[in-house]
């Protein structure tokens, strides 16, 4: 199908590529909009969005990606502040003595592999609807109707969410549909040891260099290796939607390698 759409580009002018490519991407996630739409628990999770459009607009928020810098940032300075967790993030709440505001998670190998995790989390939690396979719908879980397809940035988290091959996009359309201003990324290196095709799954043979603890990914987890380069991307489209409504994101990780958004000392927020 792919390559029937190559072939078929290379025979329209110019101007028309991009509509004709936004028609095909609209094609294969159709499909999936009715469910996504109508169906009970989605129906559920759009009137929890609703209830949440705008409800924090001018409150600050931050976005905690994983990367091992999260070692060397004082997050207890966090301990009070509008904060959204990604996936395994609640490993460190022990040592933290506390949790984060919201919870955020679309990755459909995470979910499978740390269901049981997830279930067991009573917090504000909003997951792709792919999740529903091994998650029910409880007063804690939010679906959110994400696809891989037809890059875009949606300031309406109650529609489709293109997932940028990063949750941090997905966590910051969600602070967008929010209100937060200034949205602070911390903790998002853009930066892996283990190197390999983009979107590629592996199993961990060992202790995990690429997230804040050796076990995030450990030994026979599956995962898939990033695309950075489509997650720059759609961090741009972040930057750019965020910059026309007004507001800003801010890039607080420490010696991360991010380039996209405007850097800020950490140590300086507060």
Not at 134 to 156: C, E, G, N, R, S
Not at 176 to 181: E, L, Q, R
Not at 248 to 255: H, K, P
């Amino acid at each position: 199908m792919a390559s029937l759409a190559k072939t078929v580009a290379r025979y329209l002018p110019r101007w028309a590529v991009p509509w004709v490519r936004a028609a095909y991407l609209k094609a294969l996630w159709l499909p999936q909009w009715p469910a996504a739409t109508f169906h009970p628990w989605r129906r559920a999770s759009i009137r929890r969005l609703a209830a949440l459009k705008d409800r924090y607009r001018g409150q600050r928020a931050f976005i905690l990606g994983n990367g091992p810098s999260l070692r060397r940032t004082p997050v207890h300075l966090l301990r009070d502040e509008f904060t959204f967790g990604l996936n395994r993030v609640y490993l460190a709440f022990p040592e933290w003595g506390f949790r984060t505001r919201f919870l955020v998670a679309v990755n459909d190998l995470v979910i499978e592999q740390c269901a049981a995790d997830l279930r067991a989390l009573d917090m504000p939690k909003f997951v792709t609807w792919r999740a529903r396979r091994w998650l029910p719908l409880d007063p804690h879980t939010t679906f959110l109707f994400t696809t891989y397809m037809d890059p875009t940035f949606a300031t309406d988290a109650r529609g489709r969410l293109w997932e940028g091959a990063t949750v941090t996009y997905v966590a910051l359309q969600l602070a967008f549909h929010m209100g937060f201003d200034p949205v602070i990324l911390v903790g998002v290196d853009h930066s892996f040891k283990t190197q390999g095709p983009a979107n590629q799954t592996v199993v961990s043979q060992g202790d995990d260099p690429n997230h804040f603890l050796p076990h995030y990914f450990g030994r026979g987890f599956r995962w898939q290796l990033p695309d950075l380069e489509t997650s720059e991307y759609a961090y741009r489209l972040a930057r750019e939607a965020y910059e026309r409504a007004g507001r800003q994101v801010l890039d607080a990780t420490i010696g991360g390698q991010l380039q996209v958004f405007p850097k800020v000392a950490f140590e300086n927020l507060f």
